[in-house]
């Protein structure tokens, strides 16, 4: 199983800072990782898919990067409604998995 | 507009059976593969099965296999979680969820998700 591991946990950061957060693979998943936003009580929304696709509708403050094994995404300047939790995603292997999420707050 | 709507969350006790349902809208349904998700309470997301778009192949997480059955009925655009011998560790809200057909296994879009509850 492929382990991916998010850091940090939590980011404390204020609206107007850039936001870099940080997904490591346990082996390398090539291009195919994906980012998911989670507000509370809400679903998951894609962000970014293969490293460094923007899904239909994400804003361009959104960036993905990284192949192999180490993976960002930045937030160039944060929004008030970009606090949330982020998680990342890999699909080069099943089971498909999970990172353990970073939490972005103020 | 794509929808996704699951239905069929509920109290169950452990050892019990429960069906999710999650009717789907606004695109083609066969283009897609379909997935099932899940987050326990405060909890990360854990990737629980995942159905080809002609419903002919399946993978499940170890933690469910041999328990959890998927299924998708094309006609109804539907997709099915069969879900038995339950146990206390799998309360969460279920979430059903895309894959595109030629883009790989990343969960395009999301339902609102279903609250399973196994508790005595």
């Known amino acids: 199983e492929i382990v991916l591991t998010q850091s940090p946990a939590t980011l404390s950061l204020s609206p107007g800072e850039r936001a870099t957060l940080s997904c490591r693979a346990s082996q390398s998943v090539s291009s195919y990782l994906a980012w998911y936003q989670q507000k509370p009580g809400q679903a998951p929304r894609l962000l970014v898919y293969?490293?460094?696709n923007r899904a239909t509708g994400i804003p361009a403050r959104f960036s993905g990067s990284g192949s192999g094994t180490d993976f960002t995404l930045t937030i160039s300047s944060l929004e008030p409604e970009d606090f949330a939790v982020y998680y990342c995603q890999q699909r080069t292997d099943w089971p498909l998995t999970f990172g353990g999420g970073t939490k972005v707050e103020i | 507009e794509v929808q996704l709507l699951e239905s069929g969350g509920g109290l169950v006790q452990p050892g019990g059976s429960l069906r999710l349902s999650c009717a789907a809208s606004?695109?083609?349904?066969?283009?897609?593969?379909m997935n099932w998700v899940r987050q326990a309470p405060g909890k990360g997301l854990e990737w629980v099965s995942s159905i080809s778009s002609g419903g002919d192949g399946t993978r499940y997480a170890d933690s469910v296999q041999g328990r959890f059955t998927i299924s998708r009925d094309n006609s109804k655009s539907t997709l099915y979680l069969q879900m038995n011998s339950l146990r206390a560790e799998d309360t969460a809200v279920f979430y059903c969820?895309?894959?595109?057909?030629?883009?790989?296994?990343?969960?395009?879009?999301w339902g609102q998700g279903t609250l399973v509850t196994v508790s005595s």
């Open positions: 606004g695109f083609t349904f066969t283009n897609y593969g």
């Open positions: 969820a895309t894959s595109p057909n030629t883009g790989g296994w990343f969960f395009q879009h």
């Open positions: 293969d490293a460094s």
